[in-house]
């Protein structure tokens, strides 16, 4: 009877470790290493006037920028994640802008695959990635690493996570990465990584002679003028109630862009007017704004009661490498300006004012008419500055 006890807990000794291992394995993929790597402030992308943001970031890089979605509790949509290079810098944004949701931690692997810091069960050790940073600001919307590229090789993976907040009094938290259908973690824990390649940038000093042999001079603001930028339409946007903010595609048009629903407040009666800031939004396809380029804004400022209202509109371009070529403005109580067949239209040339500019950053008109329950489309073509 002894030697049978003694063998049984025997057994239970030797399979202990064995039974134990996966849930360590787990708690471990969270712990930091013994020296974890410390953040290096130099390699982060402060978002302040002397530092980049992303519209600098777009300009250094030298191909497109690959976005991908954020996701939170393994199928939440949170925000994007940007990528993309310079001549001697890997670029990634975490970019929760437009959502309800806010950054409290970072954490960021950029090397091969084989070096992915995996706990025996194939699941990420977070805590070992060599960048990571805490963020105490709160409603932080927005993160960037620059990373220099010297020591990676030309093709990496990138592993993207985050810990992310809800905009309100929840205070819910959820563990987020970066998408990408193609790589799943091996072990368990749900996420992925990415690949990346780095992109060419090309050397335009060695090949100036070669790709413009006439010495030909360029404009910047013509559009076949071999400038890196392109002239580019923009849209207000009703971010202070974007629910008022109706897409043209959701009315069966063909085009993006927003006309803004700015309804009678029985309080006008009582006070001498409002101003509203309307965001100008470029390269918003689809009227997707989480990739939009915020170029400036729209500011109505209305004055009268008792129901007679009139504005003065005034047009700001916040974004130096744009000025502003035309503005077109509608306004009225029906939803859409109409054609000349009286059916709803989209088209700028039907819209209720026009004015054709060169190269401005700023414009005003003055005593418009602005109805009680206003529908307001505003529309800016602009180009690269000269």
């Known amino acids: 009877m002894k030697k049978n006890l003694v063998l049984v807990l025997g057994l239970v000794f030797l399979l202990y470790p064995i039974a134990s291992c996966e849930p360590e394995d787990e708690l471990n993929s969270m712990k930091s290493s013994e020296s974890p790597t410390t953040f290096r402030t130099d390699n982060r992308i402060i978002q302040e006037d002397q530092s980049l943001d992303k519209e600098q970031i777009e300009t250094v890089s030298c191909d497109e920028i690959e976005s991908t979605t954020l996701y939170a509790g393994q199928d939440i949509e949170v925000g994007l994640v940007h990528i993309s290079n310079s001549s001697d810098k890997i670029f990634v944004t975490y970019d929760l802008t437009h959502t309800s949701w806010s950054l409290q931690e970072t954490h960021l692997y950029i090397g091969s695959e084989e070096e992915i810091p995996y706990t025996k069960a194939g699941n990420p050790k977070i805590g070992n990635f060599p960048y990571h940073a805490d963020l105490i600001e709160a ?4 993160f960037s690493y620059a990373i220099p590229i010297d020591e990676l090789e030309d093709c990496m993976v990138i592993i ?3 810990v992310v907040q809800k905009d309100d009094q929840s205070d819910q938290k959820e563990t987020a ?3 990408d259908s193609r790589n799943e973690f091996p072990g368990s824990r749900w996420g992925w990584y990415m690949d990346y390649c780095l992109q060419e940038c090309e050397d335009f000093v060695e090949n100036e002679e070669e790709e413009n042999p006439d010495n030909q001079v360029y404009t910047s603001n013509d559009p076949s003028n071999g400038s890196d930028l392109d002239c580019l339409e923009s849209y207000a946007f009703h971010s202070v109630n974007e629910s008022d903010a109706h897409c043209f595609l959701s009315s069966g048009f063909e085009q993006w862009g927003w006309v803004n629903q700015v309804f009678y407040n029985p309080q006008m ?3 001498t007017g409002y101003v509203l800031d309307f965001p100008l939004l470029a390269s918003a396809y689809q009227c997707d704004i989480r990739n939009s380029l915020e170029v400036g804004y729209i500011r109505i400022r209305v004055t009268g009661g008792d129901g007679r209202f009139t504005a003065d509109v005034d047009v700001h371009i916040t974004d130096s490498t744009y000025d502003l070529q035309a503005f077109d403005m509608y306004v009225g109580t029906d939803e ?7 059916n709803q239209t989209v088209l700028p040339e ?3 004012y026009h004015e054709s500019l060169s190269g401005t950053r700023f414009y005003t008109l003055n005593d418009i008419p602005w109805p009680s329950n206003a529908y307001f489309i505003g529309r800016t073509e602009l180009c690269p500055a000269n």
Not at 139 to 142: F, I, L, M, S, T
């Open 336 to 342: 859409y300006p109409l054609d000349g067949s009286l």
């Open 160 to 162: 993207a996570h985050a």
């Open 139 to 142: 409603g932080k919307k927005e």
């Open 177 to 179: 990465f970066a998408f």
């Open 269 to 271: 009666n009582y006070v």
């Open 350 to 352: 039907f819209y209720n």
